[in-house]
């Protein structure tokens, strides 16, 4: 049913690659050089002589004019030269050099720095977003040379509202926020964490084509409890220990009122708060603004995604998924999340009310969390096991021990415990009761992953499914055989909520409106490549994918009557659209970089 709108989108992507086509003017209020050093509205040597004159900027630039598609070979060419010149030195050091090449760019002409990652995002995409982005953080405030984005900080009380109308763009879509307490599983890095922000904003223009001058990427500063980087004089945030309590929670709320008085349509996504905050947080907002938390749900809709595709992968139809046996190591926000989201599909595919939760088994640093642990998460309360079901097993049951009793169908890890998916964790895979067993290794960065592809393989077999948070190239089985490695990243879906949310006008991100996109994503793939053990498609084709999923977020809105139009686009029209015109609705209403004539206004 998807095919039609996978041609529409690959076929427009394709007319753009260097489209002929004359864009409209875009009025200016600067010349000289305040046009060269603002990076929206700078294009290099790519001025024209017209521009030039009317601009003022004879004089200013050597007298050759390049065009797009040379400044385009320009760039690569020097990327690929660094390629070149790396090789063979450290991995981190390789990466940090291709994210200091992209940055510079980034800082300097928007346009071109848009086009290159649209067009190489499979490259490019480790760089500028996980893992890379996680190396970012950690150097930060060494890396730093110009701001990016806005910091509120705890010094800000009582001013945020003013403080809002600092940023220039008149209309915001999007705004991610952090509050550095937990970035990927690097912990707590403060007002460093800007970069998890930046990052997922680039990927939000890249896959979504969500216009950069209305994206907002936001650091909430409360203040750091990780002690080395309040002893190191680089630092760039508040030397003070975080806020807690009513205080923590009262700077949250000035932060979002202020974003929502001034730009009531955008669309806030919360990124790497620690557990306690990502939870009271989504609750506290997800009825009064438009919001959603990425670690909680949109991490639970691409994990929901590959096990309805490991369902898939076992020659089974997806109902049975509600009789799949699982196993989730990890009990914070993103592992509570997709129990969450797994729990209400099971649910809704055996048509029952509440929750279903007896075939998800949870762990933590503690082992198997039971109804008989002291002091219980409530939030992980629900998937707490009671005596009668879990026979042969206890509370602190460890991993080793639970895989052996349960022989579950999939064993997903967000942990963010490097290598606890042991050699004998994995070799007890091989007694499960699924003919095709599936395994995640989703924590970040990469040396957090639970275990490789290479030992996944080696030991739980080659007849399993393997998805990872981050990219791993795929195992040479060896006789010609491939043991792919399906990367079950947040980029899948993030993007598309939140283009479709837009879209649509809805003024809350609901559940229904995550399961569809959840359910589109798994619904991507062919059958012979879930056959094969492909679960999620190539990056390079993130834009397709975006549409698609965009388009499932729009007509849930819709079903749910709370879509309330886009611009032009009424909600009477979006419900007479049929699933192919949403699709192209969605595809055209992508930004795509390309220089347009700059007239000055004065």
């Known amino acids: 049913m998807w095919r039609l709108g996978r041609f529409a989108a690959s076929s427009l992507r394709r007319s753009r690659r260097f489209s002929t086509a004359i864009p409209g003017p875009c009025m200016v209020h600067k010349r000289g050089t305040d046009i060269l050093h603002d990076p929206w509205f700078n294009k290099d040597t790519g001025f024209p002589l017209t521009e030039r004159d009317r601009l003022g900027l004879r004089g200013l630039l050597p007298p050759r004019i390049f065009s797009f598609e040379q400044q385009y070979d320009r760039f690569m060419e020097s990327y690929y030269s660094l390629e070149k010149n790396t090789r063979g030195q450290p991995d981190s050091i390789v990466s940090l050099s291709k994210w200091r090449l992209l940055n510079r760019l980034h800082d300097r002409n928007e346009t071109l720095y848009y086009r290159v990652l649209i067009d190489n995002v499979k490259d490019f995409a480790p760089i500028i977003y996980t893992p890379t982005v996680g190396l970012v953080c950690q150097n930060y405030s060494g890396l730093y040379r110009r701001p990016r984005g806005m910091y509120f900080s705890a010094k800000d009380k ?63 500063d409360v203040g750091t409890n990780n002690q080395k980087l309040l002893e190191d004089p680089l630092y760039l945030g508040l030397r003070q220990p975080r806020l807690e309590g009513e205080e923590y929670l009262s700077t949250v709320d000035e932060f979002m009122e202020a974003v929502f008085t001034r730009w009531p349509k955008a669309i806030v996504q919360f990124e790497d708060f620690q557990m306690k905050w990502a939870f009271e947080t989504l609750q506290r907002y997800r009825r009064k603004f438009c919001m959603f938390n990425d670690d909680i749900q949109g991490t639970a809709g691409v994990a929901l995604a590959g096990l309805l595709g490991s369902v898939r992968a076992q020659g089974r139809p997806l109902s049975d998924f509600v009789k799949q046996k699982i196993v989730v190591v990890g009990a914070g926000s993103a592992g509570l999340g997709v129990l969450d989201m797994a729990a209400q599909a099971v649910s809704r595919m055996a048509g029952e009310n509440g929750m279903s939760t007896k075939q998800f088994f949870l762990l933590d640093k503690d082992g198997l969390i039971t109804k008989a642990r002291k002091n219980l998460d409530p939030a992980a309360a629900p998937f707490a096991k009671s005596p009668e079901e879990i026979d042969g097993l206890w509370e602190g049951a460890s991993l080793l021990e639970v895989v052996k009793k349960v022989k579950p169908h999939v064993l997903l890890g967000l942990s963010g415990v490097g ?58 089985l060896g006789n010609g055989k491939i043991g792919h490695v399906n990367q079950a990243n947040n980029m899948y879906l993030f993007p598309g909520i939140g283009l479709g949310t837009l879209l649509s006008g809805a003024r809350f991100v609901t559940d229904g409106m995550l399961q569809a996109a959840a359910e589109c994503l798994a619904s991507y793939m062919t059958g012979e490549e879930i056959k094969n053990g492909i679960l999620y498609p190539s990056i390079g084709s993130i834009r397709e994918i975006t549409a698609e999923v965009g388009a499932a977020v729009v007509r849930a809105a819709v079903a749910e009557e709370l879509a309330e139009g886009h611009c032009d686009m009424g909600p009477k029209e979006l419900s007479h659209m049929s699933k192919e015109e949403t699709v192209q609705y969605v595809t055209h209403n992508m930004w795509f970089p390309v220089y347009s004539p700059l007239v000055h206004e004065k």
């Open 158 to 220: 009582g001013e945020m509202m003013s403080m809002i109308y600092n940023w220039p763009a008149h209309q915001v879509d999007m705004v991610v926020v952090t509050d550095g307490s937990r970035i990927l599983g690097l912990g707590d890095l403060g007002v460093q964490g800007i970069g998890i922000p930046i990052g997922k904003l680039d990927m939000y223009v890249a896959a979504a084509g969500i216009n950069p001058q209305r994206i907002l990427p936001v650091m909430l």
């Open 419 to 476: 290598g606890i998916f042991t050699e004998e964790v994995l070799k007890a895979m091989r007694e499960s009761d699924s003919p095709k067993p599936a395994i995640f290794a989703m924590s970040n960065p990469t040396m957090n992953a639970e275990c490789t592809p290479a030992d996944a393989f080696r030991h739980a077999g080659e007849n399993i499914v393997f998805g990872s948070g981050s990219p791993f190239q795929n195992v040479d």
